[in-house]
T-cell receptor, first 115, second 111 residues
Framework: GAVVSQHPSWVICKSGTSVKIECRSL??????MFWYRQFPKQSLMLMAT?????????EQGVEKDKFLINHASLTLSTLTVTSAHPEDSSFYIC???????????FGSGTRLTVV | KQEVTQIPAALSVPEGENLVLNCSFT??????LQWFRQDPGKGLTSLLL?????REQTSGRLNASLDKSSGRSTLYIAASQPGDSATYLC??????????FGPGTRLSVLP
């Protein structure tokens, strides 16, 4: 079955630094991956759609210059939180689908804490 | 714009009870609906996927139904166990355009 691996599982960084989160499809190729953010006791909110070989599509209200997405290969998408601030502290999760309409598989998530 | 709601927001039951979680969506033009489980601080585990042409799916003690015309899905958990304690999320796939989550139901099964 489709497996999505996400690293790191948790990271603590200083305010003003940048953090990169990786999302890999282990046993399938994913032309599209999705990045979500989840604040405590809230549901997942789609941040952006990562497209292999082209620019990511960002949801309204998400700063594309702050959340840089790179999807350089069919198995890897990265999310870089630039100049992180405490309010960026959240749980970030990626997902991908083996085939359209076949449901989505999610990574294990990354807990980001900015101090 | 697709909106997904879930009732109840939280549920606490004694072990062994059968229970029903509800999910409603406003736009019936969906590709499929998926139920997930999320443990605290963890990612999502897919439980059941129901295609728009299907009425229900079963996996072990879980049974999910879909009534697309009325915009409703239910997740039935039989003989609940403490290990079932988690947040349950439903999400709808709008023909691959976007994937919208409900707010979740926090389930606590007491031993």
């Amino acid at each position: 079955g489709a497996v999505v691996s996400q690293h790191p599982s948790w990271v603590i960084c200083k305010s003003g630094t940048s953090v990169k989160i990786e999302c890999r499809s282990l046993d399938f190729q994913a032309t599209t991956m999705f990045w979500y953010r989840q604040f405590p006791k809230q549901s997942l909110m789609l941040m952006a759609t990562s497209n292999e070989g082209s620019k990511a599509t960002y949801e309204q209200g998400v700063e594309k210059d702050k959340f840089l997405i790179n999807h350089a290969s069919l198995t890897l998408s990265t999310l870089t939180v630039t100049s992180a601030h405490p309010e960026d502290s959240s749980f970030y999760i990626c997902s991908a689908s083996l085939r359209a309409g076949n449901g989505y598989t999610f990574g294990s998530g990354t807990r980001l804490t900015v101090v | 714009k697709q909106e997904v709601t879930q009732i109840p927001a939280a549920l606490s039951v004694p072990e062994g009870e059968n229970l029903v979680l509800n999910c409603s969506f406003t736009d019936s033009a969906i590709y499929n609906l998926q139920w997930f489980r999320q443990d605290p601080g963890k990612g999502l585990t897919s439980l059941l996927l129901i295609q728009s042409s299907q009425r229900e799916q079963t996996s072990g003690r879980l049974n999910a139904s879909l009534d697309k015309s009325s915009g409703r899905s239910t997740l039935y958990i039989a003989a609940s166990q403490p290990g079932d304690s988690a947040t349950y999320l439903c999400a709808v796939d709008n023909y691959g355009q976007n994937f919208v989550f409900g707010p979740g139901t926090r389930l606590s099964v007491l031993p």
